[in-house]
Every structure is written in structure tokens, then in C-alpha cells.
């Protein structure tokens, strides 16, 4: 081989050899969630809109596993996925977050709303998570001070709280609710529900208490469609009730607040992209929630004999006459 052209294939070589590398790395996504993948789930349904407009094709470059209720299903879930070539995870819940964070090799968005990620170990800080995870979480202590304090404006009877709590899924929530009621001199207590159907049976343990208020706290699988099960048991059981879900104050409760989740949601598919492009999540913030929306449910309190005071009126995003 002449100089001239040894020198030229390397060259050739050269600039070939980073776009080849690149055009190998997996352009797929993996969706995994705890519960089923029926089109009225909100992470989904958010999620589809978004990785459509990206231009990503579920079946080919998008990939949606779920363990329907069954969370010993996740972890092979999690190996399937990888084993299909994805370049990132997205991962719903608590359950689905420490089983990805224990089995992937690859880049994992998490949609954690129940986790303190910092004090679980599952990143370094909000602002460099330094790991292969990143995503969206929220403010724990924050939330559940909300909560409360909304409860009792609506409801001022209220001095005991029930925290409805879904023991598969993470404790700093619950944990961060106990310390709010105590600091307000609140009772509080612990109801665990696996599944909305034991609703009705946890909240007959509280008797017709006028003074006992509901906190659903969040889980993947407690909001769950159908939401009306939640609203329902609780109007049946006259329990004025707060959860984070605007659906679930569609469906009966008292009141929502919590994230705009039609702003939120998108922020996790936008991070897999991103890191599909190359970027790193040990270097990508946590996302916080920076919209939260008040929906107050006028027929429920109507129903309780209660009166909504006229700043919350005024301060809500909704009320639902």
C-alpha cells in the first residue's frame, strides 16, 4: 500500500469511527410501570403524547412493560427491557425505581413522587445526582404541611389526620406527614391499603369520627383507575379527604393539591431524550414540580355541611360545583 493512501484510510477511519459509535448506541426507550398500562393512566397517557411529538414509535423505539399489580415481576421486567437494547429506563413508583436502581446498566428516569431520593441513597444531591438516575421528585414535608393545612381550613373540626399509606411503596412520605401533624399538634395515624378495593374496609375502622380527617398519600397503585373508589369511601364514611391528584377530587374527595401533572410528566420523557442524546443523568437535576394546582370539590363539602372559606375560593385553581 502506497503512503498516500495509508494515510488516507486512516484518516477515513478517523472521522467514520464516532458516528459509527454513535449510530450503535440504543435510540429505544423503556416504560416500565407497577400497575396496568390502561390508556386512563396518567404517566402514560402524559408520557405518549410527548415521545410521539419526538418522534419515538411504541413497539419499535419505545417499549411498555407492566407488572400488573404483581412487583416480584419487576425486577425481570427490568432485565427484559435492557435485554431488548434500551438506552434509557423511565420508571414509575417507588416499587419500579429500586428495582431498576438494583438491576440496570443503563441511564434510569425515574417518576418517583413518594421518594426522598438524597436521603435514600438514591442520588448524591438534587442538582448532580452523580449516578445512571435521575427524574422527578417532589418535596415531601412541603406537601404533606399543605396538605394538612388545607384539610383543617376546609374542615376545622378535623384535630386527627388518617394517612392513608400503601406499604409497598416508600416511607419517607409517610414519615414527613407524622412530623408535620405532630409539629401542628395533630394526631395522626397509620391506615395501609395494598389496593383501592380495601378502602371502604380501612376506613369503617375509623367509624363516623367528625373529628378524623383523610390524607391519601401518594401511590401508584392507590390512584390507580378507577379513582372514584377513594372519593367514594370516603364521602360514604363522611371523612373529609385531601389527595395530590385533581382526578381524584373529580372523583369524590374533598380536595386535591398537588403537581400540575400535564406540566410535570413531560419532564421525564425530555430527560430520556436527553440522555439518549448524550448527555449524562449523573449531571442532569432533579426535577421539582413548579406548578401545583388547588381543586376544591364544592358538591363534596355541600354533602359534609361544610363551608369552604372564601380565600380558598379565591386562592383555588378549580371548584367543582
Not at 108 to 114: F, K, S, T, W
Amino acid at each position: 500500500m502506497k503512503r498516500r493512501e495509508f494515510i488516507s484510510l486512516v484518516l477515513s477511519a478517523a472521522v467514520t469511527w464516532p458516528l459509527g459509535t454513535r449510530a450503535q448506541t440504543p435510540r429505544k426507550i423503556g416504560f416500565l410501570h407497577p400497575e396496568s398500562l390502561s390508556p386512563d393512566v396518567g404517566t402514560l397517557s402524559i408520557a405518549r403524547q410527548v415521545w410521539l411529538r419526538l418522534g419515538y414509535i411504541e413497539g419499535e423505539t419505545v417499549l411498555l412493560r407492566s407488572a400488573e399489580g404483581a412487583l416480584s415481576k419487576l425486577p425481570p421486567l427490568v432485565a427484559e427491557l435492557m435485554h431488548q437494547g434500551i438506552g434509557v429506563l423511565i420508571v414509575v413508583g417507588p416499587a419500579a425505581v429500586r428495582a431498576a436502581h438494583r438491576t440496570s446498566a443503563v441511564p434510569i428516569v425515574a417518576i418517583d413522587l413518594e421518594t426522598d431520593p438524597v436521603r435514600t441513597g438514591l442520588v448524591a444531591s438534587f442538582d448532580r445526582p452523580g449516578g445512571n438516575l435521575t427524574g422527578l421528585f417532589m418535596d415531601q414535608s412541603s406537601l404533606a404541611g399543605k396538605w394538612i393545612g388545607l384539610l383543617r381550613d376546609v374542615a376545622p373540626q378535623v384535630q386527627r389526620v388518617a394517612l392513608v399509606w400503601d406499604p409497598n411503596s416508600a416511607p419517607d412520605q409517610l414519615e414527613a406527614a407524622k412530623a408535620v401533624a405532630s409539629t401542628l399538634k395533630i394526631d395522626a395515624l397509620t391506615l395501609e391499603v395494598r389496593k383501592p378495593e380495601e378502602f371502604e374496609r380501612a376506613f369503617e375502622t375509623l367509624g363516623n369520627e367528625r373529628r378524623t380527617g383523610l390524607v391519601l398519600l401518594s401511590s401508584p397503585t392507590l390512584i390507580a383507575p378507577p379513582r372514584t373508589r377513594f372519593g367514594g369511601a370516603a364521602l360514604k364514611y363522611r371523612l373529609p379527604s385531601i389527595a395530590f391528584l385533581k382526578s381524584v377530587a373529580e372523583a369524590g374527595a374533598l380536595i386535591s393539591y398537588g403537581p400540575n401533572v400535564q406540566a410535570y410528566y413531560p419532564r421525564a420523557v425530555i430527560l430520556a431524550d436527553k440522555i439518549l442524546k448524550g448527555e449524562k443523568p449523573s449531571d442532569l437535576p432533579i426535577e421539582r414540580p413548579d406548578k401545583f394546582e388547588l381543586v376544591i370539590n364544592a358538591r363534596t363539602a355541600m354533602t359534609r355541611g361544610l363551608t369552604i372559606p372564601a380565600h380558598l375560593l379565591t386562592l383555588a385553581d378549580e371548584v367543582l360545583e
